[in-house]
């Protein structure tokens, strides 16, 4: 960021230039006294006195700086410094004490850097202790022991100058047996910003307060009604709890003026917390019931009263990573869709939790990070106004000062370039109290610092990074709190910033592809992400179109693949893919549930018959617009439906199965195989065919004739054995009747009559006049047998059935 004195051929004002001139001559002529008397003492005196050659040793003793209040002190304040100094050398340290030291004024923002990168004692800049009483002393530090200090020192003991601010720095002066005389052996830099009355204009600070978090939902939801979601994991409840990251940045963001951003799928998240959800657990194919759902409570109804009356910025759904999308993605057919999908969702998410009206105009790419392509992509969607970090959009070696944020990039996109020094104070480690102080200081610093740089007024934006850990937001808090109650710093909307009259020496050009970071390039979803994105997309508009509640479908798995395309996937390669694979497996598993029977070989007999498909579908809801082929693969041996094809419409409900009949006709014996596909109404397969083979033993004319005939000359032979039957039974009865006729007929014509072979004696019929069993000859048929009677001279006919080979059914 330009600024005065930082740029090559630029120095500061003539009056504050005079003034540092002045006071560095002051500061000049005592050090340069001490010199003269120490050049007239004995070599060996002025080694053991001359704290000048201590520098080589200031880091002997490590100085944490851990409490540093008021962060900004006034007329009239007492400061009081803490923290504790360890001994990292091998030898003890005598006659020590922890001493104050205010050094030079600084009045450059390039200056507060240097001092911040600064680990070594030099005289010339950190001036000399305070002294006196606002010191406190160690008779002995032991090697790797730790002692805490604390100092408190009347401001006004300081002999502060001018307004502006001052290198601070705490060291520890001692000896050791190896150097016996007093040197500083280690020391710690920070700063002291001094402002005790209004400036004559304040900067307008902007500061955004990110609600962002990874993905934590997976597309999958319950078979009820109530679609139960499911959770990756339930790492998003302890950001909720007490301590957490989220409650932490949410119970310190509600008492400070700040600009909310947030992810609508963070919401999304937390609002189906509230109710019935299920968590995946490592090792366990089955979710388990969620038992959260207080803790999302609380959080989301104090959320609604922090932001009540606010400004809210709402990203995309699932803050897409716009840089990935530009350099990678747009390549790919639908992937701008699918940020048009994230921006249309995102209002209604925020509005329908929150119950607040979010502003959607702005984009925020990556640390701020911007070429034209970003920037094309990120307007593509709606937003007229994007987030950029003076890092990437960098102002002209002629400007002497950090210009308002707002400043027009062509097309009617305006650029809102956030303070890179500002927005970066507080991404390091801040666990450590020290850490933590230090960034707080050096924060306070640079804003005054900026303040200072020009009369004019200006706004300015602070754009931290996106996922604070718990320990960040507390330090951001900290520096916040003391900068609104400043005298140099008034807050200010995002909005009202965006609108500022820009600054005419303001860049304006959009750095090019080339000047993007290669350390954020790195990190961006590749090409392959994207297509993943594009086939999953393509699988789901295939399946919901058969379905009649898409919304059941395309909700969860809309929202999955916003997820997708989520910046928080930068750095995380390996995790991204296995999202995006689970999410295109469970939608392949739950489209598979609408699917074909499998068949075995059928047999068709004739010329015509019909061949049933089943259609089995196991979701919940039901399926129509679906239409079932049937394709034979030699029409010339089997025609279904007379042609090589044949397609029904299918409708099937939930948890049923659709028997589908084809109606088909032989031409030619032999083996066919058959395929039965399922296609949408739009002419796209639909599942995978099945495959079965149908066996064709079609009966031709000349067969049939052959079998009428073997069948005819069967009856007629069994008529003739019947017939034969019936006449050898007749015989049998007149033979064994003949002698008794005989007597009779002659005692009344004096003759005998003997009937011929084919005649049937009348009392050999029924009733119905066919045989009975009672015509078979055997002895004593028509009475006691007599004893003139002759013996027959053929063997007694057999009254038994005849055998089953001697039946003819007509």
Wanted: proline content about 6%.
């Amino acid at each position: 960021m330009a600024e005065a004195a930082d740029f090559q051929g630029t120095t500061p004002s003539p009056a504050r230039r005079l003034l540092r001139r002045t006071g560095a001559l002051l500061a000049g002529a005592p050090l340069l006294a001490g010199l003269l008397q120490l050049s007239a003492a004995p070599a060996a005196h002025a080694t053991g006195q001359d704290a000048l050659r201590a520098a080589s040793g200031s880091r002997t003793v490590a100085v944490s700086l851990d409490s540093f209040s008021p962060s900004a002190p006034s007329d009239g304040d007492t400061l009081t410094v803490s923290g504790t100094v360890v001994n990292n050398g091998r030898q003890a340290v005598t006659d020590a004490h922890v001493g104050l030291r205010v050094g030079q004024e600084l009045d450059t923002r390039s200056a507060i850097d240097d001092i911040a990168r600064r680990t070594d004692f030099d005289p010339g800049t950190d001036g000399s202790e305070v002294g006196g009483k606002y010191v406190q002393e160690f008779g002995r530090l032991a090697p790797g022991v730790a002692q805490r200090f604390s100092i408190a020192v009347p401001v006004g003991k300081l002999n502060l100058g001018s307004n502006g601010v001052y290198e601070f720095s705490v060291s520890l002066s001692g000896q050791t047996s190896s150097e016996p005389w007093e040197q500083v052996l280690g020391i710690q830099h920070t700063f002291l910003p001094w402002q005790p009355d209004d400036a004559s204009t304040k900067t307008r600070t902007t500061y955004l307060w990110p609600l962002v978090s990874t993905a934590h939902m997976t597309a999958e939801t319950g078979p009820g009604t109530q679609q139960v979601p499911v959770f990756l994991n339930d790492d998003l409840a302890k950001d909720l709890a007490p301590g957490g990251r989220l409650e932490r940045m949410l119970s310190l963001g509600k008492d400070l003026d700040v600009t909310w951003v947030i992810d609508p799928d963070l919401l999304a998240s937390v609002d189906a917390m509230t109710r019935n959800y299920r968590v995946r657990t490592d090792g366990d194919t089955n979710p388990v019931a969620g038992t959260h759902q207080a803790v999302a409570k609380q959080w989301l109804a104090e959320l609604q009263q922090a932001v009540a009356g606010k400004e809210v910025v709402t990203l995309p759904f699932a803050d897409p990573d716009l840089a990935s999308l530009a350099h990678n993605g747009t390549s790919v057919t639908g992937s701008l869709s699918q940020l048009k999908d994230a921006t249309d969702v995102a209002a209604s998410t925020v509005e329908t939790v929150l119950h607040v009206k979010p502003d959607t105009d702005f984009a925020w790419p990556v640390d701020g990070a911007v070429d034209p392509s970003i920037v094309r992509v990120a307007t593509s969607a709606g937003a007229d106004k994007v987030i950029a970090r003076s890092d990437s959009l960098q102002e002209s070696d002629g400007l002497t000062y950090t210009p308002s944020a707002a400043r027009p990039i062509g097309s009617g996109t305006t650029a809102v370039v956030a303070d890179a020094r500002l927005s970066t104070a507080f991404e390091g480690d801040m666990t450590r109290a020290g850490a933590a102080t230090l960034a707080v200081q050096r924060f306070l610093a640079q804003s005054l610092e900026l303040n200072g740089q020009t009369g004019k007024q200006r706004s300015v934006l602070v754009a931290p990074q996106r996922m604070p850990s718990a320990s960040q937001a507390q330090s951001m808090a900290q520096a916040l709190t003391v900068l609104q109650q400043s005298t140099w710093s008034q807050s200010q909307d995002l909005a009202a910033t965006a609108k500022a009259k820009p600054d005419p020496g303001a860049s304006t050009k959009v750095p090019s592809s080339s000047d993007y970071p290669s350390s954020l390039r790195r990190q961006q979803l590749d090409r392959t992400a994207f297509s993943e994105i594009a086939r999953t997309q393509d699988k789901v508009d295939n399946f919901k179109v058969v379905l009649t509640d898409e919304s059941r479908v395309v909700t969860p798995f809309g929202r999955a693949m916003n997820r997708e395309m989520s910046t928080s996937w930068r750095g995380q390669r390996r995790a991204a893919a296995g999202f995006r694979d689970g999410v295109e497996a469970y939608l392949d598993d739950i489209s598979e549930q609408v699917k074909l029977i499998d068949k075995s070989e059928t047999k068709l007999s004739g010329r015509s018959a019909t061949i049933p498909v089943t259609v089995q579908n196991n979701l919940v809801q039901g399926v129509d617009h679906l239409v079932l082929r049937l394709t034979s693969t030699n029409p010339t041996r089997l025609k279904i439906g007379g042609k090589a094809y044949s397609e029904q419409p299918v409708t099937v409900s939930g948890g049923h199965s659709q028997s589908v009949k084809f109606t088909t006709s032989a031409n030619a014996n032999g083996p066919v195989t058959v395929i039965a596909q399922l296609y949408t109404q739009d002419g796209q397969e639909y599942g995978a065919p099945v495959t079965f083979d149908v066996k064709v033993t079609e009966i031709t004319a000349t067969v049939m004739l052959v079998i009428g005939g073997g069948v005819l000359l069967l009856v007629l032979a069994g008529f003739r054995m019947y017939t034969q039957r019936k006449r050898a039974a007749a015989r049998e009865e007149a033979e064994a009747d003949g002698p008794e006729d005989g007597l009779d007929g002659a005692g009344e014509t004096g003759g005998s009559t003997v009937p011929r072979e084919d005649d049937e004696p009348e009392n050999s019929r029924g009733p119905a006049g066919r045989p009975t069993q009672e015509t078979g000859a055997r002895p004593g048929a028509q009475g006691p047998e007599q004893p003139s009677d002759p013996t027959p001279d053929t063997a007694a006919g057999n009254a038994d059935p005849s055998g089953t080979g001697e039946k003819v059914d007509r």
